[in-house]
């Protein structure tokens, strides 16, 4: 008996045959150009796209989680095993062909250059500092969603001091809810709850913070006085009294420094007491329109500073901060002096604000441009009123010791009484 003389036989054989040649069809193994992903590929000639790729993370991309060679060989054949049984088909995976990779260097990356244009210099070099060492932490090319919560609360909290700590934290909650906003789609991005951690001693002095460093009227009229006069050398000559002027403002206003170098003649009302902070060129840092309350003694300054354009001329936020450093270092005592920046003289105002004109926290906000209230809470102290009497005390006893005239010698860097 011939099994090729009948035609129906012949037929069932050669489909015996294709499917054999079918079901040896064989996956490839590759990697990635950068090294973080094996890429698993299937062929068939009959198939649009002829090919399907499956991805998984090698060490380097996932040290946790990701495939070693071994680990990976396994994975395919047992695909490999799945697809020719007909039970899975990687053309029926609702997949993407090239999954996105976010890198610890991408995200911080993307982050940087999305803020950049909107923050001061300063801030930005802060944040790329703190960022740098969470990439030396983890690893630039890591997939930054396969870090564990715990690994970056661990990281956070290796700060030494609690300040550090809770810098490290929001900036890296930051790039987070950049993440989740850009890749709104892509599993696996979450932000990461973190705790900061903080010993006894660091929670008591957040709760009864005493600022040492804050300046009374008094000390800085002394200040003043002393620039006006020019009882030391100064690169200001003939802008002295401006630049007391402005220093003045800055404490009964507690305004941000670039704010009051902004100020325009035309935002000064003659009418009332009320400053405009805001025009075509010009908004503050709130990002919304301001009008400042003044106290009379502001008001007065300002009327009589008047003028078209910046009252201020040509004075910039690097000279003013370098010359209120220097007027400090040439009037007030060295371990006052060098733990002063012109930014404590927004923080002296608000102090002032609150414990000796008793002002409102809502008031306070406005005048100051606080958009909430958690900003003025570090100002909160439970003996405020009698740590200014304290400070004016100690002030007052400082001058007496020291004749009130102080001469300062520029070798030594320090006051002396004068002769």
Same mark, same amino acid.
């Given at each position: 008996?011939?099994?090729?003389?009948?035609?129906?036989?012949?037929?069932?054989?050669?489909?015996?045959?294709?499917?054999?040649?079918?079901?040896?069809?064989?996956?490839?193994?590759?990697?990635?150009?950068?090294?973080?992903?094996?890429?698993?590929?299937?062929?068939?000639?009959?198939?649009?796209?002829?090919?399907?790729?499956?991805?998984?993370?090698?060490?380097?991309?996932?040290?946790?989680?990701?495939?070693?060679?071994?680990?990976?060989?396994?994975?395919?054949?047992?695909?490999?095993?799945?697809?020719?049984?007909?039970?899975?088909?990687?053309?029926?995976?609702?997949?993407?062909?090239?999954?996105?990779?976010?890198?610890?260097?991408?995200?911080?990356?993307?982050?940087?250059?999305?803020?950049?244009?909107?923050?001061?210099?300063?801030?930005?070099?802060?944040?790329?500092?703190?960022?740098?060492?969470?990439?030396?932490?983890?690893?630039?090319?890591?997939?930054?969603?396969?870090?564990?919560?715990?690994?970056?609360?661990?990281?956070?909290?290796?700060?030494?001091?609690?300040?550090?700590?809770?810098?490290?934290?929001?900036?890296?909650?930051?790039?987070?809810?950049?993440?989740?906003?850009?890749?709104?789609?892509?599993?696996?991005?979450?932000?990461?709850?973190?705790?900061?951690? +903080?010993? %006894?001693?660091?929670?008591?002095? @957040? =709760?009864?913070?005493?600022?040492?460093?804050?300046?009374? &009227? /008094?000390? *800085?009229?002394?200040?003043?006085?002393?620039?006006?006069?020019?009882?030391?050398?100064?690169?200001?000559?003939?802008?002295?009294?401006?630049?007391?002027?402005?220093?003045?403002?800055?404490?009964?206003?507690?305004?941000?420094?670039?704010?009051?170098?902004?100020?325009?003649?035309?935002?000064?009302?003659?009418?009332?007491?009320?400053?405009?902070?805001?025009?075509?060129?010009?908004?503050?840092?709130?990002?919304?329109?301001?009008?400042?309350?003044?106290?009379?003694?502001?008001?007065?300054?300002?009327?009589?500073?008047?003028?078209?354009?910046?009252?201020?001329?040509?004075?910039?936020?690097?000279?003013?901060?370098?010359?209120?450093?220097?007027?400090?270092?040439?009037?007030?005592?060295?371990?006052? +002096?060098? %733990?002063?920046?012109?930014?404590? @003289? =927004?923080?002296?105002?608000?102090?002032?604000?609150?414990? &000796? /004109?008793? *002002?409102?926290?809502?008031?306070?906000?406005?005048?100051?441009?606080?958009?909430?209230?958690?900003?003025?809470?570090?100002?909160?102290?439970?003996?405020?009123?009698?740590?200014?009497?304290?400070?004016?005390?100690?002030?007052?006893?400082?001058?007496?010791?020291?004749?009130?005239?102080?001469?300062?010698?520029?070798?030594?860097?320090?006051?002396?009484?004068?002769?």
């Amino acid at each position: 008996m011939k099994i090729y003389s009948s035609g129906n036989l012949y037929v069932d054989k050669k489909r015996i045959l294709v499917n054999q040649i079918q079901q040896k069809i064989m996956a490839s193994l590759s990697k990635t150009s950068d090294g973080l992903r094996w890429r698993i590929r299937f062929y068939s000639s009959k198939r649009t796209p002829p090919y399907k790729d499956v991805y998984q993370f090698t060490k380097k991309g996932d040290s946790a989680n990701g495939y070693t060679r071994i680990q990976i060989d396994e994975y395919q054949k047992d695909l490999e095993n799945d697809f020719k049984a007909n039970a899975w088909n990687p053309w029926d995976q609702d997949k993407k062909e090239s999954p996105t990779i976010i890198t610890v260097t991408s995200a911080i990356d993307g982050y940087l250059k999305k803020v950049k244009p909107t923050i001061k210099p300063p801030t930005y070099k802060t944040k790329v500092s703190t960022l740098k060492q969470f990439k030396e932490e983890f690893g630039e090319q890591r997939p930054i969603t396969s870090i564990e919560t715990e690994d970056i609360e661990d990281w956070v909290n290796e700060a030494n001091k609690y300040t550090s700590r809770k810098k490290r934290k929001s900036e890296i909650i930051l790039v987070f809810n950049y993440l989740k906003k850009k890749y709104r789609n892509e599993s696996g991005i979450h932000t990461p709850e973190i705790e900061v951690a +903080a010993t %006894k001693q660091e929670k008591n002095e @957040l =709760r009864f913070k005493d600022f040492k460093t804050f300046l009374l &009227r /008094e000390q *800085l009229d002394f200040m003043l006085e002393r620039l006006k006069r020019g009882m030391f050398r100064s690169r200001v000559k003939k802008d002295r009294e401006l630049l007391s002027k402005y220093y003045l403002l800055g404490f009964l206003t507690g305004r941000r420094r670039r704010d009051l170098l902004s100020i325009k003649g035309e935002w000064i009302s003659n009418s009332e007491p009320v400053l405009r902070l805001f025009d075509q060129d010009y908004i503050s840092k709130g990002q919304r329109p301001e009008w400042v309350e003044l106290n009379t003694e502001a008001w007065e300054i300002l009327k009589d500073l008047k003028q078209p354009g910046p009252i201020f001329g040509d004075f910039s936020e690097s000279f003013v901060s370098e010359e209120f450093e220097h007027l400090v270092q040439h009037t007030l005592p060295s371990e006052l +002096a060098n %733990k002063l920046s012109l930014h404590k @003289l =927004r923080d002296s105002a608000i102090m002032h604000m609150m414990y &000796r /004109e008793g *002002l409102s926290i809502p008031f306070i906000m406005a005048r100051v441009g606080h958009a909430g209230f958690s900003s003025l809470q570090k100002y909160v102290h439970p003996n405020g009123v009698q740590l200014i009497r304290f400070k004016q005390e100690e002030w007052a006893e400082f001058l007496q010791n020291n004749d009130v005239e102080l001469t300062y010698d520029s070798t030594t860097l320090k006051l002396l009484k004068a002769n």
